[in-house]
């Protein structure tokens, strides 16, 4: 039960009330934003300046945040989600209206996909304009919060300023409450420029509390996997996001059960641990032996579609899913759902489990992973591995990296041995770039890689701009096929052809350079030493690698193939071509 003195009311200090009582003179409605954020506890905030945002803008003069300012505001939102995925914290992102808001959506998307608390901040036409009637205002929408109302996890409209400081605080905790996510604040423009005379806005509280597992839940978990003849454990980006890899680790070697993570929970189990299946999700072998596991704990992951072999994951034994997102609990397969935070849920199981050794669990991932590297190795892919291989032995151990939708990345997901991020939460292209400055803005301490194909980097090719402006230390990996690889290889695999995949680009290095970027165009060769001179230089850089890369061959295939022949719908689907 809640009562009066669990929440004390704060008391100001005889100075503070005396400033409170006199507010210094000429703020506006944009101070109590920038005010707002800077109590919450921001640093650094994200966006694109507008006409109706200019009160927001003006504000930035006065306050101590930083600023990176991108040059598309949908780079701009990449960036925030970047911040926000390194730093766990809310990453605040100011848009103007109309046009300027909707150029972010896409940002949006991926961030609610991937769980990134970011924060928007939008102006709105003036409140006279609002309503939905066609007033001729300068980019009007008849519903602009209609336009993201399906996108982000809430909206928070304000239409006064005393209405400011309230709104963003309750966005604040909405984007870091589980699951994270973007929200939505909006702002008219005669809003953020009318004179205020209230107090400046002090250090706010918006901290949520986290779901913690219902210990009957805990009690049949704990008795299922202690008693479980072959355990199996998928982790998932939530257990990064709630930091909870050593608690992992813990209850997998207490337990002995081998371990998978998805691409999105990369570094949440150690690459070369006996009990690590590593993260071929993507590969039969991988998909089978979970499949003969008969307790299979899911944590921090929905096993959407490439966590589950492209649907075709079949679990025999009892799943047990830890999941901090509720719409993900039990939305692809049945089982025991645990609505918690990671961290805590795996601690609950560990204080739980009974010590259960398995002397046959270490050879038994030896032989998957035997296997699955027999099936790469008779596909001759030698160059797509040298490339791949010479990326990592240059990038620095505390070096983050952001992909973008390529080849390379999609090799990444499955072979890469560490943490990476990337844009396949929502899967559009140009996450890479702008996901590595919004990185280094929140550490300028360390490199930053960004690796895109010519298709995706000219999606962000402005943002060389942001890196040079703010001296951001990104390296940016272009590997250059002359037009969208992969759609290039699914249109050839299905139709015999591809059709709109082949593009005429600049000249990368040149290009790099006019922006006053060093740039080399590379081998796969040389791409080693390239790129890690270049990650070794401060400031920006871009290194170019001409190369036509291909995927390794996919699995799922044939177990699709395989269920059609049973029967028009044996999976539970209608058959359909995947490409």
């Keep these: 039960m809640m009562h009066d003195h669990d929440h004390e009311p704060v008391r100001l200090t005889p100075e503070q009330t005396a400033a409170a009582l006199a507010p210094p003179p000429g703020r506006r409605g944009g101070d109590l934003v920038v005010e707002t954020l800077y109590g919450l506890g921001a640093t650094t905030v994200f966006g694109l300046p507008g006409q109706h945002a200019l009160g927001m803008f003006d504000a930035l003069r006065r306050s101590s945040l930083q600023y990176i300012g991108l040059r598309v505001e949908n780079n701009a939102g990449f960036a925030a989600d970047a911040y926000g995925r390194v730093t766990g914290e809310v990453a605040p992102l100011l848009l103007s209206t109309g046009p300027g808001a909707l150029t972010s959506l ?231 759902g645990i609505h918690a935070d990671a961290r805590i849920a795996l601690g609950a199981l560990l204080d739980a489990v009974d010590e259960r050794p398995d002397p046959g669990a270490a050879a038994s991932v030896r032989t998957v992973l035997a296997k699955v590297r027999e099936r790469i190795d008779a596909q001759g892919l030698t160059l797509e591995r040298r490339v791949l291989a010479a990326v990592r032995e240059a990038l620095p151990a505390a070096s983050p990296s952001f992909w973008d939708m390529t080849i390379l990345a999609y090799w990444a997901w499955s072979a890469w041995p560490g943490p990476m991020h990337s844009g396949q939460g929502a899967g559009g292209l140009g996450y890479g770039f702008p996901a590595a400055l919004g990185a280094a803005a929140a550490d300028r301490t360390r490199p930053v890689l960004a690796v895109s194909g010519d298709g995706g980097a000219l999606y962000s090719i402005a943002e060389l701009a942001t890196a040079r402006q703010y001296g951001l230390p990104v390296t940016w990996l272009i590997v250059d096929d002359g037009g969208y690889g992969i759609l290039r290889e699914y249109m050839t695999d299905a139709f015999g052809e591809a059709t709109g995949t082949e593009l005429d680009r600049p000249d990368f290095v040149a290009l790099a350079e006019s922006f006053g970027v060093p740039a080399v165009r590379t081998t796969p060769e040389a791409l080693r030493e390239d790129l890690a001179k270049a990650l070794a230089a401060p400031g920006p850089s871009v290194v170019v690698l001409p190369a036509r890369l291909r995927m390794f061959a996919p699995t799922h295939l044939d177990r699709r193939r395989a269920s059609t022949a049973e029967g028009p719908h044996a999976d539970g689907e209608a058959p359909h071509t995947e490409i």
């Design 106 to 336: 896409a940002a949006l998307q991926e961030a609610a996909a991937a769980s990134a608390p970011v924060l928007a901040v939008s102006s709105q036409v003036p409140v006279a304009g609002l309503g939905g009637g066609r007033h001729g205002y300068l980019h009007e929408l008849r519903d602009q919060q209609g336009s993201f109302r399906d996108i982000v996890k809430s909206v928070h409209p304000v239409r006064t300023p005393s209405q400011i400081p309230s709104a963003l605080a309750a966005a604040w905790e909405s984007a870091l409450t589980a699951p994270h996510g973007p929200v939505w604040v909006e702002i008219p423009q005669d809003v953020l420029l009318a004179e205020v005379s209230l107090p400046v806005v002090t250090a706010m509280d918006a901290t949520p509390r986290e779901p913690r597992p219902r210990p009957e839940l805990t009690a049949v978990a704990a008795h299922a996997l202690s008693h479980a003849a072959l355990p199996v454990i998928i982790a998932g980006g939530g257990v990064v996001r709630a930091d909870a890899a050593g608690k992992l680790r813990a209850l997998a070697e207490k337990i002995t059960a081998p371990v998978v993570t998805t691409a999105g929970g990369k570094g949440a189990f150690p690459w070369d641990h006996p009990l690590s299946l590593q993260s071929w999700l993507e590969d039969r072998h991988t998909t089978d032996f979970l499949e003969e596991a008969d307790v299979v704990l899911v944590v921090g992951s929905g096993l959407g579609e490439l966590s589950s072999n492209y649907h075709t994951f079949r679990p025999r034994g009892q799943v047990i899913q830890i999941e901090a997102d509720l719409g993900k609990l039990e939305s692809n397969h049945p089982g025991l």
